[in-house]
């Protein structure tokens, strides 16, 4: 399908009218790294691009709540947060999940939020975001809602954010205090401008000698985003140690279902990988809490 | 069609550019800097690469309309052929291009890349030139280049 117009509202109310107008013959289009690609393709559904360039609001990294959290705008780029100090030690797993997306051209243009609502199961910005709890904020025509992230993901796969009629505005996510640490990890066939065979999030609240909450997050082993809860819990009944740890990233295993394929691997390989890969990032988490506390200077 | 506006290396040009369009073909068809080079069109490759408002940018996965207003840098406004940039005369000294299709975007990594980190480690260069493919050397030199650029020439 042709793009017959590309335009470029100048607030958040004209982008959702302009959706609304459309009635699915519109797509948002921020950082276009993966919109432009299918436009090239001549596939994509859609024949109006609802630029959000213009729209102020929609940039910064900002702190909120005595610096406790912070509100990623819709247009935040990849490039901003693995190049923000601030989040590099208090949302550790998602400056270094930024960090894996794409080579520097792709991270100078595609946002967070398009991580998000492309809805990849491998998504590395996505999977730490998911371990933070992170929450979307989505504004349509006539109303305004938080959306916990783990809700924007439909079970059998892709987003439940309607792109004919909503907008994500921006995301929030609480940032580590001093008993907190994450870690992503990611393992891949070079190291550099690949898509991974496996990405891991994690994060792990301590309370004393034990972790007292805990978030485990892997990818691509199902058709989104793939929470460990089981692996949670098991992490968090009693002292932290080597068994505890190895007894999670079984569960793990046990819990995902990765495909065969030709590029990633087989699916046996890669379910032995994924408690390898569970193992190493809880342990890499854990490390940056025994190292002298996790967010807090 | 719209008739948009972009500092290409310092002027002003004019063109029209159609909705969907991308700054590429733009650039190529519209204001004939072929010193863009069109790659695998999905900003795999980085053949394409500009510098634009400052950053480094695949320009096939940006649209024309997009870059209204921007200011950008082309392999073409780097250094010209009696006047190097000391990037491009440290790719001529060490062999740094052997079919030089790479290289527009290739040396505009760099700049970007040094601009950032003046004395970057070989990591650090890899890095930076991650978004960037090069099918003939094997980047050992291209590596060497921007450590010259750098001011870490290898002393032989």
Request: aromatic content about 4%; overall charge positive; glycine content about 10%.
């Amino acid at each position: 399908m042709q793009i017959r117009e590309h335009l470029f509202p100048e607030s958040v109310e004209q982008a959702l009218a302009l959706l609304v107008k459309e009635q699915g013959k519109a797509r948002l289009i921020a950082g276009g790294t993966d919109l432009v690609v299918s436009i090239h393709e001549g596939k994509q559904p859609f024949e109006v691009l609802v630029d959000t360039a213009r729209i102020p609001n929609l940039d910064g990294l900002e702190l909120q709540d005595g610096g406790g959290r912070v509100r990623l705008g819709a247009r935040v780029t990849m490039a901003q947060v693995e190049r923000s100090a601030e989040l590099a030690r208090r949302a550790t797993a998602l400056a270094e999940g930024c960090a894996w997306v794409g080579g520097p051209q792709i991270r100078n243009r595609a946002t967070l939020v398009g991580n998000v609502v492309s809805a990849q199961p491998a998504a590395d910005a996505a999977l730490p975001l998911i371990a933070l709890d992170a929450v979307l904020l989505l504004r349509s025509p006539n109303a305004a809602r938080e959306l916990p992230i783990e809700q924007a993901y439909r079970e059998g796969g892709g987003s439940t954010i309607d792109p004919a009629r909503e907008m994500v505005t921006a995301i929030l996510i609480r940032l580590h205090d001093r008993e907190e640490a994450s870690a992503y990890t990611r393992m891949m066939r070079r190291k550099a401008l690949t898509l991974p065979v496996l990405g891991c999030a994690v994060r792990l609240r301590r309370a004393g000698q034990a972790v007292s909450e805990a978030r485990i997050v892997i990818g691509p082993v199902a058709a989104i985003p793939l929470r460990l809860k089981k692996a949670e819990q098991l992490l968090c009944q009693g002292a932290y140690d080597a068994r505890r740890v190895e007894l999670a990233a079984e569960a793990a295993a046990a819990a995902s279902a990765p495909r065969d394929s030709v590029f990633r691997g087989s699916a046996a390989y890669r379910k032995d990988m994924v408690q390898v890969m569970v193992q190493r990032t809880i342990q890499t988490a854990w490390s940056r809490l025994s190292a002298g506390g996790g967010g807090k200077p | 069609m719209k008739m948009i506006r972009i500092q290409v290396n310092g002027a002003w040009r004019e063109g029209w550019a159609r909705p969907g369009q991308t700054l590429l073909s733009f650039l190529r068809d519209e204001l004939d800097c072929t010193e863009v080079k069109q790659g695998c069109g999905r900003g795999d490759c980085g053949s394409c690469s500009v510098i634009l408002d400052g950053k480094l940018v695949d320009s096939c996965l940006v649209l024309a309309l997009q870059a209204e207003g921007c200011s950008l840098l082309t392999a073409a406004g780097l250094g010209s052929r009696e006047s190097l940039h000391p990037i491009q005369q440290a790719f001529l000294e060490t062999g740094a291009l052997q079919c030089g299709f790479c290289t527009p975007g290739m040396v505009l990594a760099a700049k970007a890349l040094l601009d950032e980190q003046p004395r970057p480690d070989e990591e650090q260069i890899k890095r930076g030139l991650s978004g960037n493919l090069c099918r003939c050397t094997g980047y050992k030199k291209i590596i060497e280049a921007v450590q010259q650029a750098s001011g870490q020439g290898r002393k032989s």
